[in-house]
C-alpha cells in the first residue's frame, strides 16, 4: 500500500511539471522562405509571428527571446485576448513591450471578434502604432522594394441563417481577400489570416504567403501523427503548424501561445515562429 501511495505521489508531481514545461517553455520554429517575386534586397528579411496569446501572461519571459530574434518586421495572426476571460491590459502591455523591436502588423482572431472589449482593444493598438490590417492593405517598403501586407478580419461574427458556418466563412474569406487584391499594387503579397483552414480560398487568390494561427496546433499532438483536435477542421486536422506550400501558395501556421478552452498542451509546446525571406537567384 505504502509503494502505491508512493508511486501515485510521484507521477502527480511528474505530470504536473511535465505539462508546466509543456505550456510554458515557448520554442522558436524557423522557416526560410524562397520566392522569385522578392527582391535579392529581402534577403535575410525576418519576420516574427506571433498568435493565439488568448491573454497568457509569461511573466516578460518573452521579451528577451523576442529582442533576442530581431526581427524586422512582428506579425501578429488573431487572439491577443480570450473572450472567456479578457484582459485587455495584459495584451496591452505585452505589446508595449515589443513594439520598439519592430514594426507590428496585427489581425484579429474569432476571440478578438467575439469580445466586447475588442474596440478598446484596437484603439490601444493603434495608440501604440500598431498596423490593425483588419480587412486593409498597406505597401512595405524595404531597401527601395515594395510588398504588400493585407489582413482579414476574422468572420467570427457571421450570421449563418442556419447555413454551415464553414460555408459562410469561406464566402466571407472569397469577398474580402478579392477586395483587398483589387486595391493590391504590389506583386508580392503577405496575408495575415487567422484561419488556416482557408487555404483553398488563399491559393485560389494567389496569395503568395499567409500566416495563420486558431488551430492551437491540434492542442494535444501524438508524437508522429499530429494534432488531434482543431476549431473548424476537426478531428485529426491538416493544418495545424507549419510551412505548408500548394500550388504557388505558401501558409505558414503557427502553434500558438495560450490556451483557450482547454486548458492544456500535451506535446504542443507554446511558440514564436520565425520566417526568413529570401528572393531567389534566376538562372538564365
Known amino acids: ?50 498568435s493565439d496569446l488568448h491573454n497568457k501572461d509569461f511573466r516578460g519571459k518573452l521579451y528577451d527571446v523576442i529582442e533576442g530574434i530581431n526581427p524586422d518586421m512582428i506579425v501578429i495572426t488573431g487572439d491577443l485576448i480570450d473572450r ?12 508595449r513591450h515589443i513594439v520598439n523591436v519592430a514594426p507590428i502588423y496585427y489581425v484579429s482572431g474569432n476571440h478578438e471578434q467575439l469580445s466586447t472589449s475588442y474596440d ?34 476574422d468572420p467570427a461574427l457571421i ?7 464553414n460555408d459562410a466563412n469561406r464566402v466571407y474569406a472569397q469577398g474580402s481577400i478579392k477586395e483587398l487584391c483589387e486595391s493590391s499594387s504590389t506583386e508580392f503579397n503577405i496575408l495575415l489570416s487567422h484561419r488556416p483552414e482557408l487555404i483553398d480560398v ?33 478531428f485529426f486536422p491538416k493544418y495545424t503548424e507549419g510551412m505548408i506550400t500548394e500550388d504557388n501558395t505558401t501558409m505558414i501556421v503557427s502553434r500558438g501561445l495560450g490556451n483557450s478552452l482547454f486548458p492544456f498542451r500535451i506535446f504542443n509546446r507554446p511558440e514564436l515562429v520565425v520566417v526568413e525571406l529570401n528572393g531567389e537567384v534566376i538562372k538564365h
Do not use: C
Not at 476571460?85 to 496591452?92: E, F, K, L, P, Q
Not at 484596437?122 to 522594394?145: M, P, Q, R
Open 159 to 165: 450570421y449563418t441563417e442556419g447555413n454551415n458556418f
Open 202 to 234: 488563399y491559393k485560389d487568390a494567389d496569395i503568395d504567403l499567409i500566416f495563420s494561427g486558431h488551430a492551437h496546433g491540434g492542442q494535444i499532438r501524438i508524437p508522429f501523427i499530429g494534432g488531434i483536435l482543431s476549431p473548424n477542421q476537426g
Open 84 to 95: 472567456r476571460r479578457t484582459r485587455v491590459d495584459i495584451a496591452v502591455d505585452f505589446v
Open 1 to 50: 500500500m505504502k509503494t502505491n501511495i508512493l508511486f501515485i505521489i510521484f507521477f502527480v508531481i511528474a505530470m504536473t511539471i511535465f505539462l508546466m514545461w509543456q505550456n510554458n517553455s515557448v520554442v522558436v520554429s524557423k522557416y526560410e522562405y524562397r520566392n522569385s517575386k522578392l527582391s535579392i534586397n529581402f534577403n535575410g528579411f525576418k519576420i516574427l509571428q506571433i
Open 120 to 153: 478598446k482593444l484596437k484603439e490601444e493598438l493603434i495608440k501604440l502604432g500598431v498596423n490593425v490590417l483588419d480587412n486593409e492593405y498597406l505597401i512595405y517598403n524595404h531597401s527601395g522594394e515594395r510588398i504588400g501586407i493585407m489582413g482579414m478580419a
